[in-house]
């Protein structure tokens, strides 16, 4: 197990370097760079158009910004965002934290809706509840996202429902409250954005559930607990249940790759303050260095996220062996 | 000695009446003209996007500038009703016969936020800024007269001279404030200047003149202002302002969203898009809120042929496409487009008649400067026809309008792709002069890649875009000058290349030359009949601004100069 | 967007593509799945709703009574017509017709009236909102607005107009009647043909119409946008973009996804170690902000076609590295197993091999990867035209045009320009269904046979 992680890791390195080598250049494939746009105002001449271009290396080639760029990566250091002025691990920051807050309730509510949905579909399989509640799942994911987004927005500034706020992640007054409110203030900012999330993945996780439980179902350890004169009850959750429930695990391991990327435009119609928002602004404004880090913590999400699943794979089926 | 100066006097005699009612508050505070309010309400707005920075030098953009704006005040500002220059930070100013002297008197007693006075060595500390090549500011193009730097000395504490070397109208406009010596003298001399300031600094280490100070920022959040202490300003019964303890404003990232949040009674002010004027009007008493329409705004619109040699697709003759430079700068081709632009309709269909069609460069909120009588092209496909005519186009047995040479006149129209109003002009626009016989393409891009287009690789062929006009005609240098970078249709050029634009060149030196503002309206009044005549730019309309505030925000004066001018009067009624 | 379910989709396949491949040595799998596959009633379902989807917007021209891109300004936010199949005059049934739309005024109406306050005693004038109402002529505003102030009991009442609206021009307008099987205005191209065939559209009026020709009556079943397009031609138009984008994508990305995992998985050793270390960078990407990022970058020059070709491609850049990886895996345990050896022992070439034993097992699985795959490609189109980078007016796809009507104002005053959305949720629900049942049509564990 050892050694495979360890060549695991090793592998992740040229993986790295790869994927920041084609950002990189696909970044700076559209024309123009951060500076250009400001040539629109008026009010900035084109010497100081230059002077800020020298500033910030972007009158360099590609090549070499991109190493100047690798080597300060290597240094742990991740550049300045050229909006803003500080440094991008001081700007990503706090963002990625309200993004990981956000989705992993996302996940949160996908999973407690989508286990037993999907347990009970597989019990009452090709029935007419089956057939509902696989509507209903697929309901969720066929809305895009923003549209139903708007659409809850909406419902709530025309109803006052629950007294939700509108779009955010904390209310003004949040400073001044006590630790308990102010879980209960991100909380209720929370609601709208997860259900948003939330259905969106809940189709595929219900599926998923169901097709286990069946297969489950289906195995000889679970017929003869049947013909043992057992009931239902006790065979479906304490036999089928379980096992079933095993492969789900390494499902988890994705979910978490997906954590950064997935909630973009959610975050943008909830104006809530994750990744999402700044990213969409840094690609377009090509504040490179944002954007590149960006990209970058996707990736190293995407790359953990497969291998905690292999890792969980392994540990619940003991059949894989890693070495 | 002229209007500034009994301006001064007038003052100087409100603020003496105000010292007998208040005896402890400093001679030189300004008095609010606005009925007493009360204290200690907190103030909700929105705003676009997040600010980039708090260093007024290094900000760029409005999500900056709209924030530093309200804690840091200038010398100057407009006259919210007559768009008039009035003393601001500094109580009046006078200048020499020969207009090179120009002395600034500050107010006495007056103090930064955290109770330094602001002194003429705060004015004198941000010229020094300014004219330091390592800070990327844009005041130091401002601040130049005939590309030499203005000289500057402090008289007394309390007086700023600033000398020309040659008479600069628009000086008034852009006079820079003061900048707090005694917080940023020391990040400057250490060469930190351009990080100093920045979004990760905390709050209590910005000072400020303004109304409100930074009080916090959550980043894609909002950012809190919280009430100056020490604001040099107090209303009729001498209590100080401002009346608000706080300020709040919460960053969402689009207008619909903003609107949303207003109507769910988050936030006391937002401002109204034209297609929802009638809805908010509609609601206008179940809302308990008020919808102002401010008139024609500042933004523009306009239509930009590329009437450039240099670029590649021309390159003077040996490019592909030069016929296309001919038809482009072929005056009866632009004249055509002119009338084949259906403004009715787009006032109509996009604005839902909240907009007024724009004939010349000036907006429409500078009266000024505003010439009324430029030509105007009013929507008529025949006259078009009879300027194609005169153009030396015709037509083709299927109707298509061809050249001289019988090439079909087709061309790429492009705008940024995600703005509502361009897009709809770019549709409507498109449709008409394809009922002229044009084939017209009409694609929105990305504005980066528009803007790379448009300023540095000029591989363009019309474009739809907005500048945001001002009150002084100067700042349109860059836009006008024939050596401009964003003389869009030809820019960066050494010599002019028409004897209009050699007008027009002219014109702008001699009006930022000339200090007698009748003389100055006449110059720019010219300016605008030949950019009618010729039209480089042609313009289509301009939105008007609406607000919506709450019934319960008093003393709010929302004017098109600005909504915010007396901000310290703001109170809620309870 | 569904990122977090695609991952471990692509695993699960994986898995089945190995257990399929058993199968296939007994019977024909695609025969087995077709059996199981109509028992599958949501499944068929959507199938079918999927081929009156395709075959409308691949007919569209001969359905769709205007051309996408035409304007009618005049007749802008214009609601769906409506059809009347009653004669006014009589209430009897008569051929459908409908009368030419003119703006008019939606008017609000306040009452007044006195109240004795409980409390005090004191009496106060309340103001009573009483609704609004749409009339097109002036006078009789005032007496429809007396009317509701006499239902709602109140003598004293003010009345003002709001807003414009189309209201249905009974008085002045000539009647349109539907006709079948006739002429459109404007002649169309269908598969190189010239033609102005339309399978309906309106005939001629009654009588002359007494307004301007640009003004005249126009056949808008589900309305007309800001600038009076027509909404039900730009979802038929609108529907092959979004329709056969994710088709398009799929297939690329299962082109490049085959050669690369088939090269790589028949090779095997370093040169596989290459391969898939680069199908590997691609799925790290995150794929959002790299679509983000690459379509920023098309050109501008690009005919509307090209341009959606090329949002395809990429499109399908972004998916190909789990197909690929699939691919490879499957040809890997393929390579290896008796009947191939066998193969070549008896002297099959490699191709051979490749063409009659690997090409059907990743057929199977290509379909079944295809239906999953394909909603998830229309949401992001739609996706990225709410970030304005996706298919570029005025050529409609139902990802633009439902990002265009995210306004307040279309939810409450136009609510028809909703109706794409609607289109792709019932396209995403319809592929999403079918997929569902295609996958346990192919799934040998399940127990439908």
């Known amino acids: 197990m050892r050694t495979y992680l360890l060549r695991r890791f090793i592998h992740v390195i040229p993986l790295i370097i790869g994927v920041s080598m084609i950002s990189f250049f696909v970044l700076n494939l559209a024309p123009g760079d951060y500076v250009a746009q400001m040539a629109m105002n008026p009010d900035i001449s084109p010497r100081l158009l230059a002077q800020i271009r020298a500033e910030f290396g972007l009158d360099q080639p590609v090549w070499v910004q991109y190493f100047h760029w690798l080597g300060n990566i290597l240094t742990l250091n991740f550049g300045q965002s050229f909006a803003f002025r500080i440094p991008v691990t001081t700007l990503i920051g706090t963002r990625i934290l309200n993004t990981l807050i956000l989705s992993f309730f996302a996940i949160l509510f996908s999973w407690i809706i989508a286990i037993p949905l999907g347990i009970h579909a597989a019990i009452f399989r090709y029935s007419f509840r089956d057939n509902i509640l696989t509507f209903f799942a697929f309901f969720g994911i066929s809305i895009p996202n923003f549209f139903l987004g708007l659409l809850l927005l909406y419902f709530v500034v025309r109803t006052g429902f629950l007294g939700l706020p509108i779009g955010g992640m904390t209310s003004w007054y949040y400073d001044e409250l006590g630790f308990f409110q102010r879980m209960a203030d991100v909380g209720k900012h929370l609601v709208l954005p997860v259900i948003v999330l939330g259905t969106a993945s809940l189709a595929g996780l219900m599926r998923q559930m169901r097709g286990q439980m069946m297969d489950a179902m289906s195995q000889d350890y679970v017929r003869t607990a049947r013909s043992k004169g057992l009931s239902d009850r006790v065979v479906i959750y304490k036999h089928a249940l379980r096992n079933a429930i095993n492969p789900l695990i390494t499902i988890f391991g994705f979910s978490i790759s997906g954590l950064l990327g997935g909630a973009a435009l959610t975050e943008i119609v909830f104006s809530y303050p994750g990744l999402g928002t700044m990213m969409l602004e840094a690609v377009r404004r090509q504040d490179l260095h944002v954007a590149m880090a960006g990209l970058l913590m996707g990736a190293v999400l995407l790359i953990v996220g497969n291998l905690i699943a292999d890792i969980l794979l392994a540990v619940v089926d003991p059949r894989i062996r890693y070495d | ?574 | ?449």
């Open chain 2, 1 to 574: 000695m002229k209007k500034s100066l009994i301006l001064f006097f007038a003052a100087a005699l409100v603020l003496s009446l105000a010292m007998s009612i208040a005896a402890d508050i400093p001679r030189d505070y300004y008095v609010s003209p606005y009925p007493v309010g009360t204290m200690g309400d907190t103030f909700l707005t929105c705003q676009m996007s997040d600010p980039r920075t708090f260093n007024t030098h290094i900000a760029k953009e409005t999500s900056s500038t709209d924030i530093i704006y309200r804690f840091l005040y200038s010398t100057t500002t407009r006259d919210p009703h007559t768009a008039e220059l009035i003393p601001h930070v500094v109580k009046g100013w006078d200048f020499s016969d020969d207009g090179l002297v120009w002395d600034f008197y500050l107010r006495e007693g007056a103090t930064w936020s955290d109770g330094v006075p602001i002194t003429a060595y705060d004015f004198e500390f941000n010229m020094d800024v300014i004219y330091d090549e390592t800070v990327p500011t844009s005041s130091r193009d401002v601040l130049q007269v005939g590309g030499e730097y203005l000289d500057y000395e402090v008289v007394d504490e309390y007086t700023f001279r600033i000398i020309l070397p040659e008479p600069f109208a628009p000086l008034l406009a852009s006079a820079p404030g003061p900048l707090p010596k005694h917080v940023l003298y020391e990040p400057w001399k250490a060469g930190d200047f351009n990080e100093t300031w920045g979004v990760n600094t905390p709050p209590s280490e910005i000072v400020g003149n303004g109304t409100f100070i930074l009080g916090g920022y959550r980043p894609g959040e909002r950012v809190v202002l919280l009430r100056n202490p020490n604001f040099w300003q107090v209303d009729q019964e001498g209590n100080p302002l401002p009346y608000m303890t706080r300020w709040i404003m919460h960053i969402v990232e689009s207008q619909e969203a903003m609107m949303l949040k207003f109507e769910a009674g988050e936030t006391h002010l937002v401002s109204v898009l034209p297609d929802a004027y009638a809805r908010y009007k509609m609601n206008e008493r179940r809302w308990n809120m008020t919808v102002h329409d401010l008139g024609p705004a500042f933004s523009t619109m306009f239509v930009v042929f590329n009437q450039n040699p240099n670029a590649p697709q021309f390159d003077h003759g040996d490019g592909e496409d030069y016929h296309k430079f001919e038809w482009f700068t072929n005056i009866h081709f632009r004249r055509a487009v002119a009338h084949a632009l259906d403004k009715d309709t787009l006032i109509d269909v996009v604005y839902d008649g909240l907009a007024t069609p724009q004939w010349s460069p000036v907006s429409a909120p500078n009266e000024f400067f505003l010439n009324p009588d430029v030509p105007k092209y009013h929507y008529d496909l025949e006259q078009a026809r009879e300027e194609l005519r005169k153009g030396g186009f015709d037509w083709d047995a299927q109707g298509n309008l061809v050249d001289w040479e019988g090439r079909r006149v087709e061309f790429l129209m492009t705008t940024n792709a995600g703005n509502a109003p361009r897009e709809a002009l770019g549709n409507i626009l498109q449709s008409d002069l394809q009922e002229l016989g044009m084939r017209v393409t009409f694609s929105p891009m990305d504005f980066n890649l528009m803007v790379g287009q448009l300023t540095s690789t000029f591989d363009w062929e019309c474009i739809i875009i907005g500048l945001t006009g001002g009150l002084e005609p100067n700042t349109g240098r860059n836009v006008w000058h024939s050596s401009g970078q964003l003389h869009m249709w030809h820019p960066y050029q050494t010599e002019p290349v028409t004897e209009w634009e050699a007008r027009v060149d002219e014109i702008f030196y001699e009006g930022a030359m000339t200090v007698d503002q009748d003389e100055r309206q006449e110059l720019y009044y010219e300016w605008q009949e030949i950019i009618a005549t010729e039209l480089p730019l042609i313009y289509t309309v301009t939105q008007h601004s609406l607000v919506a505030v709450r019934n319960t925000v008093k003393n709010i004066d929302p004017t098109i100069i600005s909504t915010y001018h007396n901000v310290g009067s703001f109170h809620i009624e309870r």
């Open chain 3, 1 to 449: 967007m569904t990122q977090g379910t695609e991952g471990y989709e692509h695993r699960e396949l994986e898995d089945k593509g190995k257990v399929m491949e058993e199968e296939q040595m007994m019977r024909s799998p695609l025969k087995l799945a077709w059996v199981r596959l109509k028992r599958h009633r949501m499944a068929y379902y959507g199938g079918i709703v999927l081929a009156i989807m395709y075959f409308s917007v691949i007919l569209a021209p001969f359905y769709a009574p205007h051309a996408p891109t035409d304007l009618y300004r005049q007749k802008s936010y214009h609601p769906p017509v409506k059809i009347n199949i009653r004669c006014d005059e009589t209430g009897s049934l008569t051929w459908p017709y409908i009368y030419n739309y003119q703006r008019g005024n939606r008017f609000m109406v306040y009452g007044y009236k006195d109240e004795v306050d409980p409390m005090t005693g004191e009496i106060r004038e309340v103001e009573l909102d009483l609704g609004t109402f749409d009339e097109l002529d002036r006078t009789r505003a005032f007496e429809r607005a007396e009317e509701i102030a006499a239902e709602a009991g109140v003598d004293d009442f003010q009345y003002f107009p709001v807003m414009r609206v189309w209201v249905e021009d009974k008085e002045k307008s000539p009647r349109y009647p539907l006709t079948f099987f006739t002429r459109g205005e404007k002649e169309y191209t269908f598969l190189g043909i010239k033609s102005d065939f339309k399978i309906f559209g309106l005939g001629e009026p009654t009588f002359e119409d007494p307004y301007i020709a640009a003004d005249s009556a126009r056949l808008f079943l589900f309305g007309s946008d800001q600038f009076g397009r027509c909404t039900f031609s730009r979802i038929l138009y609108g529907g092959r973009v979004s329709l056969f984008i994710g088709f398009g994508a799929i297939m690329i990305s299962t082109a490049i996804g085959m050669l690369f995992g088939g090269l790589s998985g028949f090779y095997g050793g370093w040169v596989d170690n290459l391969m898939m270390r680069i199908a590997e960078v691609f799925m790290a990407f995150p794929a959002f902000y790299l679509l983000m990022a690459l379509t920023a970058v098309l050109p501008l020059e690009m005919a509307p076609a090209t341009r959606f070709f090329m949002i395809t491609l990429i499109l399908a850049l972004v998916g190909w590295g789990g197909l690929a990886r699939v691919i490879r895996g499957m040809v890997l345990s393929i390579r290896q197993q008796d009947f191939s050896e066998a193969a070549r022992a008896l002297g099959a070439s490699d191709l051979r091999i490749v063409v009659k034993h690997i090409l059907p097992n990743t057929l199977t699985y290509v379909i079944v990867a295809a239906t999953i795959s394909i909603p998830s490609f229309i949401l992001m189109e739609a996706g990225l035209s709410f970030i304005g980078l996706g298919i570029q007016e005025p050529q409609p796809s139902w990802g633009n045009m439902l990002s265009a009507a995210q306004q307040i104002r279309v939810l409450e005053q136009h609510p028809w320009l909703l109706i794409p959305g609607f289109f792709i949720f019932v396209g995403v629900l319809a592929f999403s269904l079918l997929g569902d049942g295609i996958r346990d049509a192919f799934d040998p564990r399940s127990n439908l046979s």
